[in-house]
C-alpha cells in the first residue's frame, strides 16, 4: 500500500469547495468524476478526475458567494502516457472575464516523472470563479486530461 503524504501545514483554512461552489467540467469519465479531485484523496496512487473526452478541458469552480484564495495546490498524475500537459489557471471577480494567475508545464514519462505538485501562492480577493484550462498533450496527442486533487485556501 502507498502512503500518502498529508496535505501540506499553510495559514487559513481549506475552502470546501463541495459546500460552497458548484463545479463545471467540459468532460469526465463514468469511473474518474470531478468530485475525485476534491475526496482528500492526496499524493500518487489517489483518486483523480479523468475527462471522458481527448483533447483540452475546462474545469471551472463557481462560488457562491465571493472568496478570498491564498493558496491553490494541485496534484497531477500520469503513468501509462508520455505526454507534457499544460494547465493555465485563471481568476474571474465577475463570473464573465478571467484573468490569468499561472501557467505551467508538466512532462510526464512512465519511465520517469509521473507525479506533479504545486502549491501556489496568492493573494486574491472577491473570487467569484475559478478556472483550469488542460491542455493534455502540447503534441496533440489524443491524450485526456486528468487532475488527482485542487484545494483552495
Known amino acids: ?8 501545514a499553510v495559514q487559513g483554512t481549506e475552502i470546501p469547495i463541495a459546500s460552497v461552489a458548484t463545479v ?5 469519465a463514468m469511473d474518474h468524476p470531478i468530485d475525485h479531485a476534491f475526496d482528500n484523496q492526496y499524493g500518487p496512487g489517489g483518486t483523480r478526475w479523468v475527462a471522458q473526452e481527448p483533447g483540452e478541458q475546462a474545469i471551472i469552480v463557481a462560488f457562491d458567494t465571493p472568496q478570498s484564495i ?9 503513468q501509462q502516457t508520455s ?4 494547465l493555465q489557471l485563471a481568476i474571474s471577480t465577475d463570473g464573465q472575464t478571467y484573468r490569468e494567475l499561472r501557467r505551467q508545464e508538466y ?3 512512465p519511465k520517469g516523472a509521473t507525479f506533479e505538485r504545486e502549491e501556489w501562492t496568492l493573494q486574491e480577493e472577491d473570487v467569484t470563479h475559478l478556472r483550469l484550462w488542460i491542455k493534455p498533450d502540447k ?3 489524443a491524450c485526456h ?3 488527482t486533487s485542487l484545494a483552495l485556501r
Do not use: I, N, W
Not at 500500500?1 to 501540506?8: D, I, Q, S, T
Not at 505526454?83 to 499544460?86: A, H, L, M, P, Y
Open 1 to 8: 500500500m502507498l502512503a500518502r503524504p498529508k496535505e501540506p
Open 24 to 28: 463545471y467540467v467540459t468532460s469526465e
Open 70 to 78: 491564498h493558496q491553490v495546490t494541485l496534484e497531477v498524475e500520469e
Open 83 to 86: 505526454r507534457t500537459q499544460e
Open 107 to 109: 512532462t510526464f514519462s
Open 139 to 141: 503534441g496533440d496527442k
Open 145 to 147: 486530461a486528468s487532475l
